[in-house]
């Protein structure tokens, strides 16, 4: 549990300083690092619950997306300036190196394995990003109708 809480709070910096250098505007910034954080903490304790990395980053993403449209109502911005920074930590760099390294050094069965992981992760992240994005999209047109 130390080692999840310690990763968060890492997640949470490093968000922080990738909204300073994209320019969020400065009373954002907390919930922009915070986003990164809370997000990769359901990803890590997702992934202590299910062995399924497709599943365990869909999950995560999901979450971040929620989390960010959550944040964009309750400050009026867009959720995109919650959304990537949440969505960071999950990106998988290390697995993309891995799977490039694999293949120019010619380690095929590597390069399958590493490049599956890679592919399964960023997969996860799309469909958890896109289900919760078209979920809202209907919800706000749902309440845009009874307004009427």
Known sequence: MLRVFIEMLTASIAC??????YQARPNRLVLCGLSGGITWGVCCL??????NLFIYY???????TLLSEFLARRTKCPATIFLIPALLPM???????????????GDHKGAV???????????GIAVGLVTVSVLMYYYNEFKSHLRQ
Do not use: C, H, K, W
């Not at 998988?92 to 390294?101: D, H, K, R």
């Not at 394995?113 to 997969?123: D, E, I, K, R, V």
């Open 46 to 51: 997702a992934r202590e619950f299910n062995d």
């Open 58 to 64: 869909m999950i995560a993403a999901a979450f971040g």
């Open 16 to 21: 922080f300083g990738f909204s300073i250098i």
């Open 91 to 105: 990106v998988p760099g290390g697995s993309l190196y891995y799977t490039t390294y694999a293949v120019v050094t």
């Open 113 to 123: 394995y590493y490049g599956q992981n890679t592919a399964l992760a960023a997969l």
